[in-house]
């Protein structure tokens, strides 16, 4: 099972409320990524969690906040976004990082985001 | 700097036509290889990888790509393409001197369109 899945599919908000992406992996996988994706243009990295941790912050503005409960789960917190802010969310898994290179990331379907 | 390079942007072919998209990488140290596609509306899938061994890989829906390692490349190709090729090809990269740690690093991307 290569399943990557997140929730909500699409997602609404205004530019004062506060809202959460959420993604889950039962692959036993430890590394979990947070990427986004405009129309036509190749996914951005924005966070990495490894083992829990936070081990890469692409310059993120504040405005995302990124959360690992637990290896299984990935939810990026989300509060006062900007239009500009609307994308395609894209989560990611995958077995390790930094010990075995040789490793295969594994995509969720998608949040689909629109801030008005 | 580093980066992946795609060289074609937009691709039109009719069925049963030849695919060759190119892929070229300036990432030293240990690199391995990646081909996602992305149908329309649907997430990110893994076509291949390329991490050792042969360097003429076979992946999904008769795809295959081939590592020079001395041009820095990774190709894909397609002996015969089928309308339901349709869909935006992404070359990434993970590379050990990345300054991503182990994350995708994407090409901008090849869309490609079949028609019948």
């Known amino acids: 099972d290569t399943e990557v899945t997140q929730t909500p599919k699409h997602l609404v908000m205004g530019m004062t409320n506060k809202k959460s992406l959420k993604c889950e992996q039962h692959m036993g996988h430890r590394a979990m990524y947070w990427y986004k994706q405009k129309a036509k243009k190749p996914p951005e990295l924005m966070f990495v969690?490894?083992?829990?941790?936070?081990?890469i912050n692409e310059s993120v503005p504040s405005r995302f906040s990124p959360e690992c409960p637990n290896s299984s789960l990935l939810n990026l917190h989300l509060h006062a976004l900007q239009p500009e802010d609307s994308a395609l969310y894209l989560c990611?898994?995958?077995?390790?990082?930094?010990?075995?290179?040789?490793?295969?990331?594994?995509f969720g379907p998608g949040t689909r985001l629109t801030v008005l | 700097a580093q980066s992946v390079s795609q060289h074609n942007h937009h691709v039109i072919l009719s069925e049963a036509a030849s695919l060759e998209l190119g892929c070229n990488y300036s990432?030293?140290?240990?690199?391995?290889l990646f081909w996602y596609v992305q149908y329309p509306g649907q997430h990110l899938q893994l076509l291949l990888k390329?991490?050792?061994?042969?360097?003429l890989v076979k992946g999904i829906k008769g795809f295959e790509a081939e590592f020079i390692k001395s041009k820095f490349s990774f190709n894909l190709r397609k002996p015969s393409v089928q309308w339901s090729d349709t869909a935006e090809y992404f070359c990434a990269v993970t590379s050990s001197n990345s300054n991503s740690g182990y994350a995708l690093n994407f090409g901008k991307g090849t869309s490609l369109l079949v028609t019948p």
């Open positions: 990611a898994s995958s077995l390790d990082l930094g010990l075995v290179i040789a490793d295969t990331q594994y």
């Open positions: 990432y030293g140290g240990t690199v391995n």
């Open positions: 969690y490894s083992y829990e941790k936070l081990s």
């Open positions: 390329y991490f050792s061994g042969d360097p």
